[in-house]
């Protein structure tokens, strides 16, 4: 029995250039202020309060908690980026079992404009700025740009498998509003892009935006009669291979088959999925991950499955369409599937959405990312 | 000048960059160890800045780390000559150093 559901998840609008009044802290309160709206509780119900910014300092998780009059007895501040809102949740979803808070706010988010962004990806960790940062290249893509290959030599895939994920992300981006790229993208215009870090070309490196996103988390027997997202599991995996690897199997594989036989629920369930995906190559590593596609039969599932999207994967257009907005970025895929499981999903609403299942992957602590996590959720009301 | 890797003085097991304990056995007492080989895995070149190109090299059983090739083309499976002199030229593979490092011995591989 599920004991914690999100009733709430909110985006903020997401923007390529911010504005210079605009601020971490402001994106973050509108995101938390618009999720709690949305719950129908008061303010003063929050009991807990989450948060993952890169662009937070010096301020904490209770310098927000002040700034935003929230008087909560569970707090937590997340570091791991793409990998923080299923950390968080796992968390929540503790605190919530345990009894130690009844009603939490998660948000994550920055205002990522350039000067951000080189701040945070020079400066990303110690390994970073002592043995990337003095080589000429400027943040993760030529590190995924050889990962991209290496899982092309493995699994035997071509250039054209990644920009169908990219042409088919943008066609559900289309679909959604609040996605920063929304104009249709052909295969052919994917390929007259300029080169990144070959292989990788411009649509297949994530845009970074400013915005946030945030969810509200209760116990599930408050929640009855409320359209919801049980939260079935979380299950997660942290530094599986001390980078010594070569990146294709993440975290998310292990979390995948605990959250698999934790929950009862089989990949085949799945209904709506958000994968992290920075690139293309990360979509690809954890559907096999996931269990979704074995890596054998990963290009006619794109070509099939994803391509049409006849299967409802990274609806929102996924951070490539929609925008990375930094630490934001793991939330995002659990908004949509929120969204998608509470039927609010407008015109890319999936037909049926009773199984939600959202990764989250994160932390390039070298080579590639270190954490992964798998969040397993169910449509109830 | 070469690139100092580091070995558990348990174990054996080899590291890039300087570990705290030993990840196979947990020791905290390690070696370094000068590499001035590697080899080319895989490379990319990227636009920006200058058409460099950056290559994941392995310079020891299980530790790869990521170079910058200078002065000419390698090739996957090509052996390089590996350095962490930033002024060094000729055709090498550059990768920064660790700063600060507190393991004293040393040995040569």
Redesign the interface.
């Known amino acids: 029995m599920a004991a914690a559901s999100i009733i709430a998840a909110s985006e903020t609008s997401y923007t390529r250039h911010p504005s210079p009044s605009e601020t971490t802290h402001r994106v973050l309160a509108r995101a938390v202020r618009d999720a709690i709206t949305q719950s129908g509780l008061d303010h003063r119900q929050i009991d807990g309060f989450g948060v993952c910014s890169f662009t937070l300092e010096p301020d904490h998780a209770i310098d927000l908690a002040w700034r935003m009059g929230l008087k909560v007895r569970w707090l937590m501040q997340d570091t791991n980026g793409g990998a923080s809102a299923g950390n968080l949740l796992q968390h929540a979803v503790h605190a919530i079992e345990a009894g130690a808070a009844s009603a939490i706010v998660l948000v994550a988010g920055d205002r990522m404009d350039a000067a951000a962004f080189e701040k945070l990806v020079t400066r990303y960790n110690r390994a970073t700025e002592e043995h990337l940062s003095p080589l000429p290249l400027t943040g993760p893509n030529a590190l995924f740009a050889m990962l991209t290959t290496r899982q092309m030599e493995e699994r035997g895939l071509e250039p054209a498998d990644y920009g169908r994920i990219a042409v088919a992300q943008r066609s559900w981006a289309g679909l959604n509003p609040g996605a920063v790229y929304r104009q249709p993208l052909s295969l052919e215009e994917y390929f007259a892009a300029p080169m990144v870090a070959d292989p990788l070309r411009r649509y297949d490196c994530v845009p970074s935006v400013t915005g946030a996103n945030a969810v509200v988390v209760v116990a599930d027997d408050r929640a009855t009669g409320m359209p919801r997202a049980r939260v079935l599991g979380v299950t997660s995996s942290f530094n599986r291979d001390d980078q010594g690897g070569n990146g294709l199997v993440t975290g998310v594989a292990e979390s995948a088959d605990a959250a698999w036989q934790s929950t009862g629920v089989a990949p085949s369930d799945i209904d709506v999925l958000s994968v992290y995906d920075d690139y293309p190559a990360m979509v690809v590593a954890q559907l096999n991950d996931l269990g979704v596609v074995h890596a054998s039969d990963t290009s006619r599932f794109i070509r099939e499955r994803v391509a049409t999207r006849d299967y409802a994967l990274n609806t929102s257009g996924g951070q490539l369409s929609a925008g990375q907005a930094g630490s934001a970025g793991g939330m995002h895929g659990l908004v949509e599937v929120v969204r998608q499981l509470r039927r609010e999903a407008g015109d890319r609403q999936a037909a049926k959405a009773r199984i939600g299942a959202v990764t989250g992957y994160g932390m390039v602590l070298y080579r590639y990312g270190s954490c992964g996590n798998v969040t397993v959720l169910e449509a109830a009301a | 000048m070469t690139l100092t890797i580091f070995r558990c003085g348990e174990c054996g097991r080899g ?1 890039f ?1 300087e570990p705290l304990l030993c ?1 196979r056995c947990g020791s905290d007492g390690f070696v370094t160890a000068s590499v001035d080989r590697g080899v080319v ?10 058409h ?1 190109v ?3 090299l392995l310079v020891a059983p ?7 090739l200078r002065n000419g083309a390698f090739a996957p499976g090509e052996t390089v000559q590996v350095t962490s002199d ?1 002024d060094v030229d000729g055709r090498v593979a ?6 600060g490092s507190e393991v004293q011995e040393e040995e040569r591989t």
């Not at chain 2, 895995?41 to 200058?50: A, M, Y």
């Not at chain 2, 299980?62 to 910058?68: D, H, Y």
């Open positions: 590291a960059p990840s895995e895989h490379t990319t070149r990227v636009v920006n800045p200058h460099a950056l290559a994941t299980e530790v790869r780390v990521v170079a910058a930033p550059y990768v920064p150093a660790s700063s």
